[in-house]
């Protein structure tokens, strides 16, 4: 019998893409960070998330925790992330990353890392 291990690890540890959080200014690994993008909209931008990365324009790099995204809000580093102004909506991104908070279980990640 012949296993055939398709081999879904393509994690290659060196030349791994980095990205710095929008919310805490921390490196990490861009397969760790959730990528939104900014669409215009009516009165303004939405953020809009971008788990498979397929959105085109450019894009801004968050842990997927609710701390992060709080900090992204409260200094603006999405509208300067994404280079844009106006008003941002971000109640799309807020919507993937709410997370019970006094839960004392963090389980920020369940919802959106079904694929990696
Ligand atoms: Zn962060």
Redesign the pocket.
Same mark, same amino acid.
């Given at each position: 019998m012949v296993q055939r291990e398709s081999s879904k690890s393509q994690l290659v540890r060196s030349g791994s893409p980095v990205r710095t &959080?929008v919310?805490?200014r921390?490196r990490a690994l861009a397969v760790e960070l959730l990528r939104v993008v900014a669409r215009a909209a009516v009165d303004g931008y939405a953020v809009v998330p971008d788990p498979q990365r397929r959105l085109a324009g450019r894009g801004a790099w968050?842990?997927p925790?609710p701390g &992060?995204l709080n900090r992204a809000i409260r200094r603006r580093a999405f509208g300067a992330a994404l280079r844009v102004s106006g008003h941002l909506d971000i109640s799309a991104v807020a919507q993937m990353l709410e997370a019970p908070r006094d839960s004392g279980v963090n389980t920020a990640g369940e919802s959106y890392t079904s694929k990696r």
């Open positions: &959080c919310g805490c921390e968050l842990h925790d &992060c």
